[in-house]
């Protein structure tokens, strides 16, 4: 009996299941789904002479609804947080509206973000001429003396941020060790100079000669 009632119309039973397993997936897929995100922020068209000085933050947390079928498929490059600073000039510039900035698929939308605003400060790129030091450390073996230093370049050109180059008088080189020199040398040292927001322009290394003297008695 159960199986006269299954081949029964049996053709019509199974369009019948077909649209309802379409109706289900249809709906699974119309269903809203909510989902968090961690994305970075990108800063575009930073004007020519001018250098971001401020930390932003390396993510922003965002809350995206939508339809599950969207959002199943949705990547993390597919959501960015762009933000032109095409015609600002040094100062500091609040972006208050983060979801502004935001670039969505269609048909999803930003339930939340955090944090919802920035600042960005921008400050002039200048150089400065600077005198370039040996760091000496530690003493001559006993009986030695230095006579003479030279240090080649003398000066350093830094390039950076305006407010962070101001306070920069001179660079110092690499620690040079005394206690091992015993007669006069000449070396090649790195430049010791960690700016934030500045660097060292054209050169990495600076030579350095050392003339030692044996006391006589």
């Not at 660097?199 to 990495?204: E, F, L, P």
Request: glycine fraction near 6%.
């Amino acid at each position: 009996m159960m199986l006269s009632f299954i081949n029964e119309n049996w053709k019509m039973k199974a369009l019948a299941l077909g649209c309802a397993l379409v109706l289900w997936f249809y709906v699974m897929g119309e269903r809203r789904l909510e989902l968090a995100y961690a994305v970075p922020i990108e800063l575009k068209n930073v004007p020519q002479g001018l250098v971001v000085t401020n930390d932003l933050p390396k993510n922003i947390d965002i809350r995206l609804s939508g339809p599950r079928a969207l959002l199943s498929d949705l990547t993390q490059k597919d959501v960015r947080i762009s933000i032109d600073l095409v015609g600002l000039k040094p100062g500091v510039t609040t972006f208050s509206r983060l979801d502004d900035h935001l670039r969505l698929p269609g048909g999803i939308q930003a339930t939340r973000i955090s944090p919802a605003f920035v600042d960005v400060k921008l400050e002039q790129i200048i150089d400065k001429s600077v005198p370039l030091r040996p760091r000496l450390v530690g003493q001559l073996p006993v009986g030695f003396r230095l006579v003479a230093l030279e240090i080649q370049p003398e000066r350093v050109v830094v390039q950076g941020a305006e407010g962070e180059i101001s306070g920069v008088n001179e660079v110092l080189t690499e620690r040079i060790d005394l206690e091992t020199i015993k007669g006069n040398t000449e070396l090649i040292v790195f430049l010791d100079y960690r700016g934030k927001y500045s660097q060292i322009k054209d050169i990495k290394n600076a030579k350095v000669r050392l003339q030692i003297k044996k006391d006589v008695r």
